[in-house]
């Protein structure tokens, strides 16, 4: 019997030993595990708005195409990256901090600014490899190219009419500096969306804009009156040289024809001396006493040797005056 008890032992240890021991066919089945967790870490897919870089042990390889590629893990890795798809960064007060939108304007005056850049990824090996921190790197060119920006400008246009110009010429100059960084960025655009002064002056700075706009209105108005005033002052002075001219032409004409008549006269005299004097003589008794009223009385009418004592030349003249305008209406 003891035999028979030794013998069934070793039977019952080898059942035992056979029941975890490792067949061929569970190798094989490990093995192709392990192939198949390989090859599923070794294929990857890149879509149409993605673009992915090849790595062999940290070091840039290849760029993979669109579709199924094959990069043998671990010792080659890929970085998967969306070029298409656009990212935002904020930038702001009410945004990325308390006072990160607060600047200092050219004419010292202090603005607060949100703002938004929209970019992309145009090259994905630059974008790993040349930047630690592309987000951190592009915010905080951003805030120091709108510093540059602001500092340069005065307040009023960038509250008013430049904020376009400004977004413009922001985006240019992000995309100089990160083009500067070969960082393989591209800025698509940056939303200008606020620009107000800071909170605690906004009510004394909106009444400074009201007084200023009052100082225009009343510029414009004074401008007006000036310009009608002027135009007037002018007109007169047009006029006033007109009026001197035509009075210069006549004392001119007048002082050239009283030179020709004397010539005339001088001429005349010379020929007959006598009879121009008398002539002259008679022409300017004429002239003086032409408009005069003239009353002759004869003192020898006393006597009785005058013929008449008065002679009223002025109701005579106005009589012939009058007489001779009837005949001519007769």
């Known amino acids: ?63 993979g195409g669109p579709g199924l590629n094959f990069a043998p893990w671990p010792i080659v890795t890929r970085e998967i990256l969306a070029v298409t798809s656009e990212r935002n960064i904020e930038i702001g007060t009410s945004r990325a901090g308390l006072d990160a939108g607060l600047m200092l304007t050219g004419d010292e005056n202090i603005v607060d600014i949100d703002f938004q850049v929209v970019w992309n990824i145009t090259d994905p090996q630059k974008y790993l490899f040349n930047l630690a921190n592309p987000p951190q790197t592009i915010a905080a060119v951003s805030e120091s190219a709108m510093r540059e920006i602001i500092s340069q400008s005065e307040l009023a246009p960038i509250l008013n009419r430049d904020r376009g110009a400004i977004a413009d010429r922001l985006r240019d100059l992000i995309q100089k500096t990160l083009d500067s960084y070969d960082s393989g960025v591209n800025i698509v655009r940056v939303n200008f969306d606020k620009a107000d002064p800071p909170e605690p002056v906004i009510a004394a ?47 001119v004409n007048e002082a050239e024809g009283e030179a020709s008549r004397f010539t005339a006269v001088l001429t005349e005299y010379e020929k007959a001396p006598e009879v121009t004097r008398k002539r002259l003589y008679l022409e300017t008794m004429e002239e003086v006493l032409g ?15 005058g013929v008449v004592p008065y002679l009223p030349l002025n109701e005579l003249r106005r009589n012939n005056t009058t007489t001779g305008t009837a005949g001519g209406s007769n």
């Open 1 to 63: 019997m003891g035999g028979g008890g030794d013998g069934g032992r070793p039977n019952g240890s080898g059942g035992g030993d056979g029941d975890f021991a490792v067949t061929r066919g569970m190798v094989g089945l490990g093995v192709l595990g392990a192939i198949a967790l390989w090859l599923m870490a070794s294929f990857y897919t890149v879509k149409p708005e993605e673009k992915s870089v090849e790595l062999m042990l940290g070091r840039y390889l290849e760029e």
């Open 205 to 251: 700075f909106r009444a400074v804009q009201d007084a200023e706009q009052e100082r225009d209105r009343l510029q414009n108005v004074a401008d007006a009156y000036a310009n009608r005033v002027v135009a007037e002052a002018r007109g007169e002075a047009a006029q006033l040289l007109e009026q001197a001219e035509a009075y210069r032409s006549q004392v």
């Open 291 to 305: 408009g005069i009223d003239i009353i002759l009385l004869d003192d020898t009418s006393q006597s009785g040797q």
